[in-house]
């Protein structure tokens, strides 16, 4: 049903059949991007896997107001800046310097925390931190995609979040060591952070080459970038139905975060592990990403982007009908999640990056990753709100019939443009 990946393939003359070893032998610059982002998960995931349960726990903040930080946490951050920070790499065609710069902000970012001496102050270094993810997300995927035969793109992006999964694996497990042998030394582990952060840039700055002009085509004369976007063919329909699938699909999703916190009061002996709910979840995500874009590419990677969704649906569901739960019922949610993150994240990066052509593939990325950004700040807002009105069961209930909904309207959507 969902041919347009196949489509998009027979334009290309590459509608054969892609093995599995073609499907994992990437360009070495996806392998350096990769790298980049498992240093740089490493960095962040370190300080960021306490943030939900030191917040609520410890600070007492409620669930509206956790909401509110999650969502600039999550969405406002990157919304704000990805989009800007595409259309100046297409312009210019420096997505290389566009992520240095954005991994080098989250990296000093990392030192700052060294003398923030108040919660406002930990959450103003939090959103730069997050300003950085949003600089550098959208050139990063470009640089992905514009290294990569147009049949692979799933498989490419699979191998780039696996490597990217296995930081987000390994910072908590980092923070976790260092906290367990020297209690109460967090500065310890702002600086850990930051010698990770920054061998992370030093890859990137090493190991990544700029993309060659072929490419890219010709920098992006356009003098402005409303002017871009208003005016170019290149927003087709087919572009502006994947964006609307992708941001309504994430309106209707709860934030990692929310999740861990309903884990945790299913399970309270688990609070002192709650950094460790971020490694069980990357390490589905790691290990599934890969054989996700495989599949995702010889199947189609609209099928696996809607069965990710359904699996949400899956966890939301146990969620919902579940009372205080054993040990292997907490790890089988996490797992959950970590293949839901598999089915989408980089399926769907793969989706965007067929749609648009070379030289506009950072700003119709950062199009679509502003979209989604938007819709988890909404997301986080309103799921908090209604966890403080009327508690995580109307909550979820109202998540799972907003999920059903965008699933069926994603089915349609996607199932249009196909034909």
């Not at 990769?34 to 349960?53: A, H, K, Q, R």
């Not at 609307?244 to 592990?273: E, K, N, V």
């Not at 996700?292 to 899956?314: E, K, N, Q, S």
């Amino acid at each position: 049903m969902y041919r347009f990946d196949w489509f998009e393939q027979v334009k290309l003359g590459q509608a054969s059949r892609v093995d599995a070893a073609a499907a994992v032998r990437v360009s070495p610059v996806v392998w350096g991007l990769g790298f980049t982002s498992l240093l740089t998960d490493i960095s962040s995931e370190m300080v960021n896997s306490t943030l939900p349960v030191y917040l609520v726990l410890h600070l007492r903040l409620s669930p509206a107001q956790y909401g509110l930080i999650d969502g600039i946490y999550n969405g406002f951050a990157i919304a704000l800046l990805a989009l800007l920070a595409g259309w100046l790499a297409d312009r210019h065609a420096r997505q290389k310097e566009l992520a240095l710069a954005g991994y080098g902000l989250s990296t000093l970012c990392k030192l700052v925390l060294l003398v923030a001496s108040s919660w406002s102050a930990l959450l103003w270094v939090v959103g730069l931190d997050r300003a950085g993810k949003g600089l550098r997300s959208a050139p990063r995927d470009a640089l992905i995609s514009l290294n990569t035969p147009a049949g692979q793109y799933a498989g490419a992006f699979a191998v780039h979040r696996a490597l990217d999964a296995c930081g987000s694996l390994l910072g908590p497990v980092v923070g976790f060591i260092l906290l367990a042998q020297l209690p109460g030394a967090f500065d310890a582990v702002w600086v850990t952070s930051f010698v990770f952060g920054l061998l992370g840039v030093a890859v990137l700055w090493f190991f990544v080459p700029r993309p060659a002009p072929a490419m890219t085509a010709s920098p992006v004369p356009a003098p402005a970038l409303a002017q871009d976007l208003a005016g170019r063919g290149w927003i087709t329909r087919r572009f502006l139905v994947l964006a609307g699938c992708g941001a309504l699909l994430a309106l209707a999703t709860i934030s990692d975060g929310f999740l861990y916190l309903m884990l945790q009061q299913r399970h309270p002996a688990a609070t002192g592990y709650f950094p460790l709910f971020y490694v069980a979840t990357a390490a589905v995500y790691m290990l599934m990403s890969v054989p996700a874009g495989r599949v995702a590419d010889r199947l189609g990677r609209a099928r696996i982007f809607l069965g990710g969704y359904a699996v949400l649906g899956l966890l939301y569901g146990v969620l919902l009908v579940s009372g205080p739960m054993s040990v292997p019922a907490l790890l089988g949610c996490l797992a959950l999640l970590g293949l839901f993150n598999a089915g989408t994240e980089g399926v769907l990066m793969a989706m965007a990056s067929a749609e648009v052509p070379a030289a506009r593939r950072t700003t119709g990325i950062a199009l679509i990753a502003t979209a989604i950004g938007l819709s988890k700040l909404l997301s986080s807002v309103l799921f908090g709100a209604l966890w403080q009105a009327w508690g995580t069961q109307v909550a979820v209930s109202v998540f799972i019939a907003a999920l059903a909904l965008a699933l069926l309207a994603a089915h349609w959507g996607l199932g249009r443009i196909s034909k």
